[in-house]
């Protein structure tokens, strides 16, 4: 393999690119296949966009004639000049050496720790202004609670309603199938109701409102971000905790027990449904059988349940919003993010406080 280095000008401009890649193209004719092609930027001092584009219609023809290229000697800001305009990383062959297994996870688990360091500060930052918010209305926007809990709550009532109907009348008729040998489906309005308001009541609505209003926080989030509100906010002194995150917070705190309430209600009337229609239990036996199982302590339970996902929802979606990276493109892959971080903490959550409340 025959190697030939060429210098481009110390600025490589609009007004110097047509020169430097005649020089290159009549270089590359004259190779051979399977040469290769160095370019040397130690003399380089500039490039603009022009320059850049440029460089990379060199890679495309020294493809096309079966060279390779190569960059050496590119100092750091011509690097970042290049990732910029090309969306590229041009590093030097020496360079590209694999990462050592061990570099790879130490790098992974401190970026890890940096992320959970800014989690439980954005935690610390929410706990604080919500409860001094509660005493100073005015570090709220006016009304902007009120219409945060139509967003969340009212509107979100509707499929909340019908996936907790369907999943209760789903429920029902696969327990009452099991029960129906023993002549024990009587019992199955007590089971239905235990499930509903202790277990899947909550995390069913939490998983829902999840995916619809916490992916629509981060995005709203991550919109001004990208946008550089956020930035224009604090430049004017307005925390943007207090100010955006905060009526949020106070609304889905107001609206989650609610909506855990309706969905465990409806989740039981679709059992009460599928036990007249297919095990004829009547509606008042299978109503004394659903309050004998009733306790103020599975209520107790679905409403810490519910403030606990509600907060782990909010935080989650602030934080993915206000840590948005890449423009457009990374408001969606945050969104997407705090989705799946959401939930899955809420079901560790609901773990966690499903074994605290009964062991």
Known sequence: MSNQTIHPPDTLNINT???F???????????????????????????????VMTLEKVRENAVEQGV??????????????????????????DEQAKQHPLEYIGGSVYKLLLV???????LANISYFGFIALFRPKLRRKGEVIRQANFIGVTALPIIVLVNFLIGLVLTLQVGLQMRPYGAEIFIAQLITFAMIAELGP????????????????????AMKVSEEIDALRSMGIDPVPYLIIPKLFAILISMPLLAAVATFVGIFGGAVIGLINFQIDFNAFYNEAT???????????????????????????????????G????????????????????????????LFYL
């Open 17 to 19: 690119i047509t020169h």
């Open 21 to 51: 890649y005649d020089r290159v193209r009549g270089i590359l004719r004259k190779s051979s296949q399977s040469s290769e092609l160095c370019i040397d930027f130690s003399n380089v001092e500039y490039i603009d966009s022009a320059g």
């Open 68 to 93: 390779e290229v190569t960059f050496q000697n590119i100092s750091p800001d011509l690097e970042k000049t290049i990732q910029t305009f090309s969306g590229k990383i041009i590093k030097p062959q």
């Open 116 to 122: 959970f360091r800014d989690f439980m500060n954005l």
């Open 203 to 222: 995390l069913l609505t939490a998983i829902m409102v999840a995916g619809r209003s916490g992916s629509s926080i981060a995005a709203e989030i991550g």
């Open 292 to 326: 004998f199982a009733l306790r103020y302590y599975e209520i107790m339970t679905a409403f810490v349940k519910s403030i606990v996902f509600a907060t782990i929802i909010i935080v989650v979606a602030s934080y993915f919003g206000l840590h948005v990276e890449g």
């Open 328 to 355: 457009p493109e990374g408001v969606g892959r945050s969104t997407t993010r705090s989705v799946v971080v959401a939930i899955f903490l809420v079901i560790i959550a609901d773990s966690i406080l499903g074994l």
